[in-house]
């Protein structure tokens, strides 16, 4: 069990977009037939490589949990969709980022956190609630706002702002 992820218990939170409503590291994920193991938070953020890199454990931002460490939810297929609509909006906080591409974690949690209420078919605010805390439970001692993540699906060039940025971070 990571210290950011591991199994949370369900609650009896059934409906048919997340069977209980049970959070996991995507190491542990155990998703039933049907399902799809989201990350909470998009794994892409945390990383400043592709996502080969990830599974390597290379070129992560310092700190930030590993691909397998992620939290995540199982999600029917429609609201796995629609739960990645909020790519769009971290997107946009990228560019208006310092360098562009970039944001500070606190920025991309809370653009997650909202994003929650747009996810279709809705999760139940019971569910909605769980993983808002999981996500302000995430990151212990780390200071949120100082943190820089990628705002970007595909990962920034070697060389450029963004990752020099993103590589260079060393959290504390």
């Not at 409906?15 to 409503?21: A, K, L, M, R, S």
């Not at 569910?127 to 439970?137: H, P």
């Amino acid at each position: 069990m990571s210290k950011f992820g591991g199994k949370v218990s369900g609650g009896g939170d059934q409906n048919e977009n997340t069977p209980d409503c049970q959070l996991y590291s995507y190491e542990d994920k155990d998703c039933p037939s049907g399902y799809d193991a989201h990350h909470i938070v998009p794994d892409f953020v945390l990383r400043y490589g592709t996502r080969k890199d990830a599974i390597k454990n290379d070129k992560r931002i310092s700190g930030m949990p590993t691909l397998k460490e992620g939290v995540c939810i199982c999600l029917s297929e429609k609201a796995h969709k629609s739960a990645h609509e909020v790519d769009a909006a971290i997107k946009d906080l990228g560019d208006m980022g310092n360098p562009i591409g970039t944001s500070t974690l606190f920025d991309v949690l809370e653009e997650v956190k909202v994003s929650l209420d747009d996810i279709e078919p809705e999760l139940t605010d019971d569910c909605k609630e769980r993983i808002e805390k999981k996500i302000d439970g995430m990151f212990p001692g780390v200071d949120k706002t100082a943190v820089p993540v990628r705002t970007t699906k595909r990962p920034p060039k070697e060389g450029s702002d963004a990752y020099s940025r993103l590589a260079n971070f060393k959290s504390k």
